[in-house]
């Protein structure tokens, strides 16, 4: 009897344990119908990585087709950029000096200063007769002085030359008559080779004290260093500047016509008599009648007294022989 009852119940635990079992599968595999991820993860589980190193992969070569892309420009609607010219920079404008062109007879310097680049040559002289017209070399420092400020004033196509002062030993000696001659006591207007004359009628001339012509045309240094000058040039226009008040004398023996129309350019614009008053001097040796000679169109100007520089109407001058075409 306790046999039977033992082997019941052993059947009744392996009975139990079976169902629980069967019950247990039949649930999971309902959870795994529903679920696809976690069938998915039973059916095809992740590697476990081991110790092992995975094998080498060996390199073979294996012939293929080799295929070479050639581009091939495709036209579009992008607009294609255009060049935009670059602007030229403004030449800036040009000044230099002093710049010696020679000496005195007593060798101080020959000064000319020069403001501009341009194919055009024009001149201003000035103290020719030194202290004796010394205003004229205080109105050509002024003129420099003015074109160092304003070296704009002077065209691109004109470059200006200013010589302040041809006879530098008389503005030492004097700032009066004494002053009119270079150290030699030679009259500087009277020393170039255009009906130069050892001696003329001073009726009407200039007589308060000795001067000469020299020894010949061009005997001086200063003469000849600034006939070296406009020779070395193509000046085409000339002043020279003198005191005083007899007006403005174009040059050229006989006087020629582009000096004519330069002196009535210089008259339009100043107070200075034009034609010049004719004290009834004889004039020899006059450097502007060499110059036009030369075929560059020249004036004496004279300035309206021996103290004043008439800077502002110089001003005007200068605008003028500056623009002046012949």
Same mark, same amino acid.
């Given at each position: 009897m306790a046999a039977s009852s033992s082997r019941k119940l052993r059947r009744?635990?392996?009975?139990?344990?079976?169902?629980?079992?069967?019950?247990?599968?039949?649930?999971?595999a309902a959870w795994l119908w529903k679920n696809p991820a976690a069938r998915a993860l039973i059916i095809s589980p992740t590697p476990i990585p081991t110790g092992t190193d995975p094998p080498t992969a060996t390199? *073979?070569?294996? &012939? !293929?087709? /080799?295929? $070479?892309? =050639?581009? @091939?420009?495709? +036209? *579009?609607?992008? &607009? !294609?950029? /255009?060049? $935009?010219? =670059?602007? @030229?920079?403004? +030449?800036?404008?040009?000044?230099?000096?002093?710049?010696?062109?020679?000496?005195?007879?007593?060798?101080?310097?020959?000064?000319?200063?020069?403001?501009?680049t341009g194919a055009t040559e024009r001149l201003i002289v000035a103290g020719m007769h030194g202290g004796a017209e010394y205003n004229t070399i205080q109105l050509a420092d002024e003129l420099i002085a003015y074109l160092?400020?304003?070296?704009?004033?002077?065209?691109?196509?004109?470059?200006?030359?200013?010589?302040?002062?041809?006879?530098?030993?008389?503005?030492?000696?004097?700032?009066?008559?004494l002053g009119r001659t270079n150290a030699n006591l030679v009259d500087l207007n009277r020393n170039w080779p255009a009906n130069w004359q050892k001696s003329w009628n001073p009726t009407g001339c200039w007589t308060l004290t000795y001067v000469s012509a020299g020894s010949g045309p061009a005997s001086e240094p200063e003469t000849q260093a600034?006939?070296?000058?406009?020779?070395?040039?193509?000046?085409?226009?000339?002043?020279?500047?003198?005191?005083?008040?007899l007006g403005i004398f174009p040059g050229g023996i006989p006087i020629s016509e582009a000096s004519k129309r330069l002196a009535e350019a210089v008259a339009a614009v100043?107070?200075?008599?034009?034609p010049p008053i004719n004290t009834g001097c004889e004039y020899t040796g006059g450097m502007v009648d060499w110059t036009a000679?030369?075929?560059?169109?020249?004036?004496?100007?004279?300035?309206?007294?021996?103290?004043?520089?008439?800077?502002?109407?110089?001003l005007k001058v200068l605008q003028v022989f500056l623009n002046w075409k012949q």
């Open positions: 009744f635990v392996i009975g139990f344990w079976a169902f629980n079992l069967c019950l247990g599968l039949l649930v999971t390199a *073979s070569f294996v &012939p !293929t087709a /080799t295929f $070479t892309l =050639t581009a @091939t420009a495709v +036209p *579009s609607d992008t &607009p !294609t950029p /255009t060049l $935009t010219p =670059t602007p @030229t920079s403004t +030449p800036i404008p040009f000044s230099e000096g002093p710049i010696v062109i020679g000496t005195s007879v007593e060798g101080r310097p020959l000064e000319v200063y020069r403001f501009g160092g400020d304003h070296p704009e004033i002077v065209p691109p196509e004109v470059t200006l030359y200013i010589l302040r002062a041809l006879n530098p030993d008389g503005a030492a000696r004097s700032h009066d008559y600034l006939m070296a000058f406009i020779q070395a040039h193509h000046f085409d226009g000339l002043i020279n500047y003198h005191s005083a008040a100043s107070t200075y008599p034009y000679n030369q075929g560059i169109p020249s004036l004496d100007v004279e300035l309206t007294d021996h103290t004043d520089t008439d800077f502002e109407m110089n």
